[in-house]
T-cell receptor, first 117, second 111 residues
Framework: GAVVSQHPSRVICKSGTSVKIECRSLDFQATTMFWYRQFPKQSLMLMAT?????????EQGVEKDKFLINHASLTLSTLTVTSAHPEDSSFYIC?????????????FGEGSRLTVL | QKEVEQNSGPLSVPEGAIASLNCTYSDRGSQSFFWYRQYSGKSPELIMS????GDKEDGRFTAQLNKASQYVSLLIRDSQPSDSATYLC???????????FGKGTMLLVSP
């Protein structure tokens, strides 16, 4: 299957700082990438849809000014958690779809575990 | 509203048995169906996809789709302890939207 690389896999930061997470499609181009958040023992929660060259679409209840998404190329999307607080500690996962396929499967990055102290 | 329902489990089976995981979906326009496996602390991994009614086999895994009943299932033959994970059912209505995920079924395979 297609490979999606996510970095960093783990990050610990102090409250009030900003953290950037990168998501790259390594062997395909993705016009759309998706960002999810998952709290322990809970299901995936879609945060936003990242569109190459345009503004991201955020799900209801997700603060766009806090979770900044940039999708500058067909292979890279970034999520920046601004002014992080302990309640932002979670597992953040990106996924991408190959723009050349129409079958709809998503491929996931390895995830980034954020701990805010 | 598109919904995907799964029994949260845990589903416990002994090693070597067949594990049967089930999923129902609400949107009749759904076209593509996927099963992902997620180990604890890891991200989901695509293990099966199915697009038409019937069965699709891949190694020990068989996906079954019944669009009339809006039902999709995953059978795991000769279950191994390494199959212990949460299995997510995902449904796609169109090729240009995200997938709708079920909450997942936890499978426990005991040695």
């Amino acid at each position: 299957g297609a490979v999606v690389s996510q970095h960093p896999s783990r990050v610990i930061c102090k409250s009030g700082t900003s953290v950037k997470i990168e998501c790259r499609s390594l062997d395909f181009q993705a016009t759309t990438m998706f960002w999810y958040r998952q709290f322990p023992k809970q299901s995936l929660m879609l945060m936003a849809t990242s569109n190459e060259g345009s503004k991201a679409t955020y799900e209801q209840g997700v603060e766009k000014d806090k979770f900044l998404i940039n999708h500058a190329s067909l292979t890279l999307s970034t999520l920046t958690v601004t002014s992080a607080h302990p309640e932002d500690s979670s597992f953040y996962i990106c996924s991408a779809r190959d723009r050349l396929t129409s079958t709809g499967e998503l491929f996931f990055g390895e995830g980034s575990r954020l701990t805010v102290l | 509203q598109k919904e995907v329902e799964q029994n949260s489990g845990p589903l416990s089976v002994p090693e070597g048995a067949i594990a049967s995981l089930n999923c129902t979906y609400s949107d009749r326009g759904s076209q593509s169906f996927f099963w992902y496996r997620q180990y604890s602390g890891k991200s989901p991994e695509l293990i099966m996809s199915i697009y038409s009614n019937g069965d699709k086999e891949d190694g020990r895994f068989t996906a079954q789709l019944n669009k009339a009943s809006q039902y999709v299932s995953l059978l795991i033959r000769d279950s191994q302890p390494s199959d212990s994970a949460t299995y997510l059912c995902a449904v796609n209505h169109s090729g240009y939207s995200t997938l709708t995920f079920g909450k997942g079924t936890m499978l426990l395979v005991s040695p």
